[in-house]
Nanobody
Framework: QVQLEESGGGLVQAGGSLRLSCAAS????????MGWFRQAPGKERDFVAV????????AYADSVKGRFTISRDNAKNTVYLQMNSLKPEDTAVYYC?????????????????WGQGTQVTVSS
């Protein structure tokens, strides 16, 4: 098992930047594919980005391509989401997620472990 804890959310003006972090417990972090999802009020939890355990597969939602960058540091058991050029529509609770099985990685059902989420609010 792995436990995940997000941090780095906050309030930012449109056009600004934030970096989210997701710290994982346990000694097998490198065995997990790591994803980021977000959920706005009244909406489904949507895929944002994924980084495979080897780094050979990285994918983004179309809505964040060119603005967000996912990365990971296995030595620190941490995955990051750098968010630039933020828009009000990026406002959501952001969650990191983990799984050992590569599959439909844009589907939240593919992930076994979730953090508690961190709020990102972008003002216009």
């Amino acid at each position: 098992q792995v436990q995940l804890e997000e941090s780095g959310g906050g309030l930012v003006q449109a056009g600004g930047s934030l970096r989210l972090s997701c710290a994982a417990s346990g000694r097998t972090f490198s065995a997990y594919h790591m994803g980021w999802f977000r959920q706005a009020p009244g909406k489904e939890r949507d895929f944002v980005a994924v980084w495979s355990r080897t780094g050979g597969n990285i994918a983004y939602a179309d809505s964040v391509k060119g603005r967000f960058t996912i990365s990971r540091d296995n030595a620190k058991n941490t995955v990051y989401l750098q968010m630039n050029s933020l828009k009000p529509e990026d406002t959501a609770v952001y969650y990191c997620a983990a799984t050992t099985v590569w599959g439909q990685m844009k589907d939240r059902r593919a992930y076994d472990f979730w953090g508690q989420g961190t709020q990102v609010t972008v003002s216009s």
